[in-house]
C-alpha cells in the first residue's frame, strides 16, 4: 500500500487526537498536573520519526492545556513537547542522546516556564520530579505500546 500524504497527515491527527485523549488521564499535583500524554507523543516519535513526532507532541501539549483549564503554558507545551517529540524520534545510533535530550529539554522548558510565568524558583523546582516521572513513564510506556505495535503490524 502506498503511504501518501494524506495518509501521513490523517495518521498524525488521530494519534493527536489519541493523544489528548490519554492526557485526560491525569494525576494534579501542587505545580499542575501528571498525564499519559507523554506515552502518546514518545509512541508516535519511535513509530513515525522526528518530524511527526515533533508535530504531534506540539499539538497535542497545546491542545491539552487550553482544554484542562492551563492556558498560560499553551505555547511552552507546544516548544516543549514538540522538541521533546522530534529529539525522542531520532533513530540509530542517536536514539539515547535524542531520548535524553527530549527529556533534558521537557523538564528544562517547564522549569524555566514555570519561572518566568511568576511561580517563583520554588514552584520551578517542585515541577521537576512530577514532569521527570511524567516523562519516564511515557518513554517506557511509550515503547512497550510500539514494540506490541509492531508485533502486531508485522503479521
Known amino acids: ?86 529529539f525522542a524520534g531520532w533513530t540509530g545510533k542517536k536514539r539515547i542522546l535524542g531520548l535524553i535530550l527530549a527529556s533534558i529539554l521537557m523538564v528544562g522548558w517547564y522549569f524555566l516556564a514555570t519561572f518566568l510565568l511568576g511561580y517563583g524558583l520554588g514552584g520551578a523546582l517542585a515541577g521537576i520530579p512530577g514532569n521527570l516521572l511524567q516523562n519516564l513513564f511515557g518513554m517506557l510506556v511509550g515503547y512497550l505500546v510500539y514494540l506490541a505495535y509492531q508485533r502486531f503490524e508485522n503479521k
Open 1 to 86: 500500500m502506498s503511504r501518501t500524504k494524506t495518509y501521513h497527515l490523517t495518521l498524525m491527527a488521530v494519534l493527536t487526537a489519541l493523544s489528548v485523549v490519554l492526557a485526560f488521564i491525569h494525576v494534579p499535583t501542587p505545580t499542575g498536573y501528571l498525564t499519559l500524554l507523554d506515552v502518546g507523543i514518545y509512541f508516535t516519535a519511535y513509530y513515525l520519526g522526528s518530524k511527526y513526532g515533533a508535530v504531534v507532541g506540539g499539538l497535542s501539549g497545546f491542545l491539552i492545556d487550553l482544554l484542562l483549564g492551563y492556558p498560560q503554558y499553551m505555547f511552552h507545551s507546544l516548544i516543549a513537547h514538540g522538541a521533546q517529540g522530534y
